[in-house]
């Protein structure tokens, strides 16, 4: 008898701690799956939207006004080869006049071909704003040449009417 009283007693021990600790810790983990689940879904939805809007802004769109479409060209020519150990750099930059090119830019340098490939890469960039037309690397003599031809592009608000 004290048998079957020590086991009904630890039967309702073991169905109360059941319903007192072990549910509603189910409950609350349910639950955070669903917000982790929800977070999840939003980190994607915006890590999204945050690559198309980069897309957007680095496809080689340039500012309004021929001066600033060139004058950010030739910066983001500069940019590609800050702090980069290269000799002969000449940088040509002129403003598009018509149509959707903004600005059309030149960059030639020589040097290491691992800094030259460093500086390819920093213009491949879709962060660099520039749009490449043509990339050349030459041997010349000895010497490792770049030449890189890019333009930008007007945004879509400062292109002219088609018929004015």
Do not use: K
């Not at 073991?14 to 549910?23: D, I, N």
């Amino acid at each position: 008898m004290t048998r079957r009283l020590a086991a009904s007693f630890l039967l309702l021990a073991a169905l109360g701690l059941h319903l007192a600790v072990t549910r509603p810790c189910r409950r609350e983990r349910d639950e955070s799956r669903q917000a982790f689940a929800a977070a999840r879904e939003e980190r994607e939805r915006l890590r999204s939207r945050q690559s198309r809007l980069e897309r957007g802004a680095a496809s080689g769109r340039a500012p309004a006004g021929d001066a600033a479409a060139a004058r950010a060209l030739r910066l983001s020519l500069l940019r590609s080869i800050d702090r980069l150990p290269l000799a002969a750099v000449q940088i040509a930059v002129e403003a598009g006049r018509r149509g959707p090119v903004a600005a059309h830019g030149r960059l030639s340098a020589e040097g290491g071909q691992a800094d030259l490939l460093r500086a390819a890469g920093r213009l491949a960039e879709p962060s660099s704003g520039v749009l490449l037309q043509r990339l050349t690397l030459l041997a010349v003599q000895g010497r490792v040449r770049l030449e890189a031809e890019a333009f930008s592009l007007r945004a879509p608000a400062d292109l002219p009417e088609a018929g004015s």
